[in-house]
Antibody, heavy 126, light 108 residues
Framework: EVQLVESGGGLIQPGGSLRLSCAASGFTVSSNYMSWVRQAPGKGLEWVSVIYSGGSTYYADSVKGRFTISRDNSKNTLYLQMNSLRAEDTAVYYC????????????????????WGQGTMVTVSS | SYVLTQPPSVSVAPGKTARITCGGNNIGSKSVHWYQQKPGQAPVLVVYDDSDRPSGIPERFSGSNSGNTATLTISRVEAGDEADYYCQVWDSSSDHWVFGGGTKLTVL
C-alpha cells in the first residue's frame, strides 16, 4: 500500500528547532518529487517546500532560510528541518507526493499532490 | 507571486449541481488541480490537470479551465460531499506551488 506517515511534531518555544520526518511505503521517495504543505489552525493550505527527484529544492518565501527539506534514500524518508521557529509556523504539517503520470511511452510530473500523510502538529509557543 | 481567489463558501441542495470557482490571472494557461478536505482529515486530490480524475474519484466530480477562471463542478451533490475544496497550480516562474484560499461547500 502506498502510504506516508509523518512524525516529529510537538510543542516548541519560539526560536527553537524541530525536525519532521515522513516515512514512505509502497514507493521510492527518491524517484518522486516530494513536498511539505502546512495548514494553520482554521486556515487554508500553504505550500512549504519541495525536493525534486534530482535533488533540487525550493521553498516558500515565508520559510526560506529557516527550513531545509531533505531525504534519506536508505530509509525512504523525507525530512523537514525547521529552525528559528515563529508563532506563525504553528500548523499541521503534511508531507505529500507529487503525482507522476505515466502513459505507455513516458512519465511526467503533473505538479499535483496525489498522496498525503495524516499530518503532524507543530505548535510554536512559549 | 501568483494569487488564486476562491469564494469562501458555496451552498447547494442535495441532488443539485455545485460549482466552485478559482480565479487567477490567465489561469487558463496553467494546469489546475482540486482537493477535497473533510474536517480532521488530510486533503484528497479529486481533479488534476483541469479535468482529469484520479482513480476512485466519482464521475460526479469534473473540472474546467479557461481565461481567468477554473471551475470544479460536482453533480448530483450528496451529503458526503460537504467539505472544504482547494484549487492549486504550479507557478513555473518561481517554481512554487500555490493554493487558493479554499471554499467551504455546504449541503443544505
Amino acid at each position: 500500500e502506498v502510504q506516508l506517515v509523518e512524525s516529529g511534531g510537538g510543542l516548541i518555544q519560539p526560536g527553537g528547532s524541530l525536525r519532521l520526518s515522513c516515512a514512505a511505503s509502497g514507493f521510492t521517495v527518491s524517484s518522486n518529487y516530494m513536498s511539505w504543505v502546512r495548514q494553520a489552525p482554521g486556515k487554508g493550505l500553504e505550500w512549504v517546500s519541495v525536493i525534486y527527484s534530482g535533488g533540487s529544492t525550493y521553498y516558500a518565501d515565508s520559510v526560506k532560510g529557516r527550513f531545509t527539506i531533505s531525504r534519506d534514500n536508505s530509509k525512504n524518508t523525507l525530512y523537514l528541518q525547521m529552525n528559528s521557529l515563529r508563532a506563525e509556523d504553528t500548523a499541521v504539517y503534511y508531507c505529500a507526493r507529487v503525482l507522476l503520470h505515466c502513459s505507455s511511452t513516458s512519465c511526467s510530473n503533473r505538479r499535483a499532490f496525489d498522496i498525503w500523510g495524516q499530518g503532524t502538529m507543530v505548535t510554536v509557543s512559549s | 507571486s501568483y494569487v488564486l481567489t476562491q469564494p469562501p463558501s458555496v451552498s447547494v441542495a442535495p441532488g443539485k449541481t455545485a460549482r466552485i470557482t478559482c480565479g487567477g490571472n490567465n489561469i487558463g494557461s496553467k494546469s489546475v488541480h482540486w482537493y477535497q478536505q473533510k474536517p480532521g482529515q488530510a486533503p484528497v486530490l479529486v481533479v488534476y490537470d483541469d479535468s482529469d480524475r484520479p482513480s476512485g474519484i466519482p464521475e460526479r466530480f469534473s473540472g474546467s479551465n479557461s481565461g481567468n477562471t477554473a471551475t470544479l463542478t460536482i453533480s448530483r451533490v450528496e451529503a458526503g460531499d460537504e467539505a472544504d475544496y482547494y484549487c492549486q497550480v504550479w507557478d513555473s516562474s518561481s517554481d512554487h506551488w500555490v493554493f487558493g484560499g479554499g471554499t467551504k461547500l455546504t449541503v443544505l
